[in-house]
């Protein structure tokens, strides 16, 4: 069982930067593939950025493309990241941490297909004003 929590979420205003952490219970680097999504008010969840297990190329949604990183912290292999750059108000949601069961996929159709991933956090509301 692995557990999430995430935070670093809040009110900021459009233009602003944001970075979210992710504490898991396990080391992330032991074969676990991290993602972040998102989920607006009464609006489907959305992909928003994907880590492989294998430390291969990281994937993102085309609506954060070239504003949001997603990394994990060399130092404490448990946290991965979710840096928000150029934030917009259509980016307020809550966002969700999530891991896949060690050494699956690699291909772009399941890292960022929410039902591929087998452990979620809480959340953390994102909050950009205009």
């Known amino acids: 069982q692995v557990q999430l929590v995430e935070s670093g979420g809040g009110l900021v205003q459009a233009g602003d930067s944001l970075r979210l952490s992710c504490a898991a219970s396990?080391?992330?680097?032991?074969?676990?593939?991290m993602g972040w999504f998102r989920q607006a008010p009464e609006k489907e969840r959305e992909f928003v950025a994907s880590?492989?297990?294998?430390?291969?190329?990281?994937?993102y949604g085309d609506s954060v493309k070239g504003r949001f990183t997603i990394s994990r912290d060399n130092a404490n292999e448990n946290t991965v990241y979710l840096q928000m750059n150029s934030l917009k108000p259509e980016d307020t949601a809550v966002y969700y941490c999530?891991?896949?069961?060690?050494?699956?996929?690699?291909?772009?159709?399941?890292?960022?297909?929410?039902?591929?991933?087998?452990?979620w956090g809480q959340g953390t509301q994102v909050t950009v004003s205009s």
């Open positions: 999530a891991a896949q069961k060690p050494y699956l996929y690699l291909d772009y159709s399941r890292l960022s297909n929410g039902e591929a991933y087998e452990y």
């Open positions: 396990v080391r992330t680097s032991s074969g676990v593939t």
């Open positions: 880590m492989p297990w294998n430390g291969g190329t990281t994937y």
